[in-house]
């Protein structure tokens, strides 16, 4: 019998990440990347003092109850709205997310989503693919214009401030963000960007992006009575997590042209969409890969693995989300 503790690497993840955890653990991976039931997260962490988890498994009190020995829950994801913090905190059960890492990526992708709902990409590349372009037209998926609009960013964390520097510095755009707090000023000033409440915001924004994270707080930050505050050529766009856009809201909002259109990453009860979202022509829809570069979801890995490591051997782990369970 080995010495080595055990953990359940629970997805499907890098092989190289899995060997370097397999220097230190016992490794119960997960090659067919099922997606374990509760009850199946359950029974497989028995005896396993560390996870490595993604969005797709929730860690709850009732879980922790059941695998008391259980010491690291560590998510591959910056947002960990999967994870019950105060249930794995009050039983000194280490937390760890991967912020920073992401960051860039993210950020070009919440840009890119942007762009392609505005400019209607792929709404008139399913119209070419479908062989229906007979000849140019002067209001041919006409969208709107990103450079020189005014973008408003609902969340002004890490990937809220580099979408917003991409679009000050890149695209000549006027920032305006509402957040919890305000920035200081040395990190307003270089990109412009304006402090609003969130009224101000849904009413001035052109290009409305969301990222704050999922939380009860946020539930429905973007709602019917939201949407009818928006411009009617407004655009948004959602890369934050489902549930922060009351999605039956949007669909109905877009299906009825109170804003333009929308670009989705993120959707509530995800995998699956909203059937009127589906059917709508002015959304632009992806599965959930906004942090999906190859590099950035190897970092990612690396990272849930070193704060593994560093929980279950003794070390610091690099990026706790509950620091305060540590030496106790
Ligand atoms: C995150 O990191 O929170 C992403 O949504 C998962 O890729």
Not at 48 to 65: P, Q
Not at 264 to 283: C, I, K, M, S
Not at 286 to 303: E, K, N, Q, W
Request: aromatic fraction near 4%; charged fraction near 20%.
């Amino acid at each position: 019998m080995s010495d080595k503790p055990a953990v359940l690497v629970a997805r499907k993840v890098f092989p190289e990440v899995v060997q370097r955890l397999a220097q230190h653990f016992e490794v119960e991976d997960n090659p067919t990347d099922h997606i374990h039931s509760p009850d199946e997260l359950r029974a497989r962490l028995q005896g396993k003092a560390g996870a490595f988890v993604t969005l797709s498994e929730r860690i709850d009190a009732a879980l922790l109850d059941a695998n008391p020995q259980l010491r690291a829950v560590c998510n591959m994801a910056v947002g960990y709205n999967n994870i019950d913090v105060g249930a794995c905190s009050a039983r000194g059960v280490l937390v760890s997310n991967t912020p920073d890492v992401l960051t860039e990526t993210t950020a070009d992708f919440g840009f890119a989503l942007m762009m392609a709902t505005a400019r209607r990409i792929t709404e008139s590349e399913r119209f070419l693919r479908e062989g229906r372009w007979d000849r140019w037209a002067y209001d041919m998926f006409a969208g709107s214009d990103l450079h020189g609009a005014t973008l408003g960013i609902l969340g002004m964390g890490r990937i809220g401030q580099g979408i917003a520097r991409r679009g000050a510095l890149g695209f000549g755009m006027q920032v305006i963000y509402h957040n919890r707090s305000r920035l200081p000023a040395d990190q307003e000033a270089p990109i412009g960007a304006r402090y609003v409440d969130k009224e101000t915001l849904l009413r001035e924004a052109d290009h409305l992006v969301v990222v704050v994270p999922y939380s009860p707080q946020t539930h429905h930050a973007i709602g019917a009575a939201e949407l009818a505050r928006m411009k009617p050529s407004a655009t948004l766009t959602n890369i934050a997590r489902g549930g922060v856009v009351d999605d039956a809201a949007l669909a109905q909002a877009l299906a009825q042209g109170r804003i333009a259109a929308a670009g989705l990453d993120v959707f509530e009860g995800e995998p699956q969409v909203h059937p009127q979202l589906l059917a709508q022509r002015n959304v632009v829809l992806t599965p959930h890969i906004a942090s999906a570069s190859v590099a950035t979801r190897r970092a990612m890995a690396d990272l849930a693995a070193d704060n593994l490591i560093a929980a279950l051997t003794g070390g610091v782990p690099p990026t706790p989300v509950n620091a305060q369970v540590l030496g106790r």
